[in-house]
């Protein structure tokens, strides 16, 4: 196994370029399990930590720039505000140790159906883009057309996440995953809401729940004609067990060792439900402050 380190991001498109199919790694959180039982052997490592762009984030009003390797403890502290959903989500992730060290194009990169980071980022919005690059140049890639399969994802073999570009939040978001435990643990299933007052949208994401990150887009169309958006009135019961209903239906869940895809479906109906419940409680807030 041949190890690479280089020390600008230049160096390391060259060496990408050179050793397509190399393994990146910064944090490392999910490579190291693997490499120790044995569940991986890589022609070759490449080691992303001395790239200090990688670690950086930046934002022009409207978006961020997010690097890939900005760990998620700093989303926490820095991002809460434009990120909150991201934000949300990060906080469940393993124990502080991980926090630390992992990172949201750590997740990309691991394209696993359980990765914390996946359903807020489907949630934030289509605009939301992956930064692949290359020694052949740059390919903003919409997060709904990463995803191809368990652990499978659009780059190609001489590619490397950048950074995540990601629209600023204009309404609430949540996010929320069961766990067969508290902390430290692999989400059974996990979704992610965000109102977008703006256009007048809903997005969401559903995570443990199919083969790969998913939106529930039926869901998302049917909340958004049904929610009063000029009053803030309380959505009808109907209207959200419906809504429920809809984000089950987008699932395609397994039977595994975590749970069975009939708790998944249930678990996701319940998640719906509650995240819409906070969700439109932060909205009201915010429609009262600007009356």
């Known amino acids: 196994m041949e190890f690479l380190r280089p020390a600008t991001w230049d160096e390391a498109l060259v060496a990408m370029a050179e050793h397509p199919g190399a393994l990146p790694v910064s944090g490392g959180t999910d490579v190291m399990v693997e490499l120790n039982f044995d569940l991986r052997r890589p022609s070759a490592i490449l080691d ?28 926490i502290d820095e991002l809460s505000v434009p990120l909150p959903g991201l934000a ?62 368990v652990k499978r994802h659009c780059l190609a073999p001489d590619e490397l996440i950048r950074a995540v570009r990601i629209p600023v939040a204009d309404g609430p978001q949540q996010f929320s995953k069961v766990g067969t435990r508290n902390a430290m643990v692999i989400a059974v299933c996990a979704f992610a809401l965000a109102l977008h007052p703006a256009d007048r949208t809903v997005g969401t994401g559903l995570g443990s729940a199919a083969p790969t990150p998913r939106r529930a887009a039926r869901a998302e169309a049917y909340l958004a004609d049904a929610l009063a958006w000029e009053s803030g009135d309380p959505p009808d019961p109907e209207a959200v067990r419906r809504f429920g209903e809809l984000v089950a239906a987008a699932a395609d869940p397994i039977d595994d060792v975590r749970g069975t895809a009939a708790y998944r479906r249930h678990a996701l109906a319940v998640l719906a439900r509650r995240t819409l419940a906070w969700c439109w409680s932060d909205y009201r807030e915010q429609l009262g402050r600007t009356a």
């Open 48 to 75: 992303l930590n001395r790239v200090g762009e990688l670690t950086e984030w930046s934002t022009d009003g409207s978006s961020v720039r997010l690097g890939a390797a900005v760990p998620y403890a700093r989303i």
């Open 88 to 149: 949300l989500a990060a906080r469940t992730v393993g124990s502080p140790q991980i926090r630390n060290r992992g990172s949201v194009g750590g997740n990309l990169g691991a394209a696993s159906p359980a990765g914390d980071a996946h359903p807020a980022l489907l949630a934030a919005g289509r605009g939301v883009r992956v930064e692949a690059h290359s020694v052949r140049g740059v390919r903003l890639i919409p997060i709904d057309e990463f995803y191809l399969g």
